[in-house]
Nanobody, 124 residues
């Protein structure tokens, strides 16, 4: 069982930056693949970024590629999402998720555990 708690969301102007954090409970965090997803009002949850258990492999949605960086600190049981050059269309609730096995890094159904989400609002 893994419990995930996101933090770091907030209100930021377009062009600004935020770093989201996701703290995980449990002693086996380093065995989990981790992902970030987001959901805007009236829209489906969509993939943002993914990182392998070792941090050696990362994947990004085209919409955030080049503006975002996912990283993890297994000693601190924490995964991060650094977001730069934020746009109003980045406004959403951001969720982190954990998976023991992933058949598709892009699919929410691949992930076993989810946090409660943190709101990111980008003003124009």
């Amino acid at each position: 069982q893994v419990q995930l708690v996101e933090s770091g969301g907030g209100l930021v102007q377009a062009g600004g930056s935020l770093r989201l954090s996701c703290a995980a409970s449990g002693r086996t965090f380093s065995r989990y693949f981790m992902g970030w997803f987001r959901q805007a009002p009236g829209k489906e949850r969509e993939f943002v970024a993914h990182i392998s258990w070792s941090g050696g492999s990362t994947y990004y949605a085209d919409s955030v590629k080049g503006r975002s960086a996912i990283s993890r600190d297994n000693a601190r049981n924490t995964v991060y999402l650094q977001m730069n050059s934020l746009k109003p269309e980045d406004t959403a609730v951001y969720y982190c998720a954990a998976a023991q096995n992933v058949y598709s890094v892009y699919s929410p159904s691949s992930y076993d555990y989810w946090g409660q989400g943190t709101q990111v609002t980008v003003s124009s």
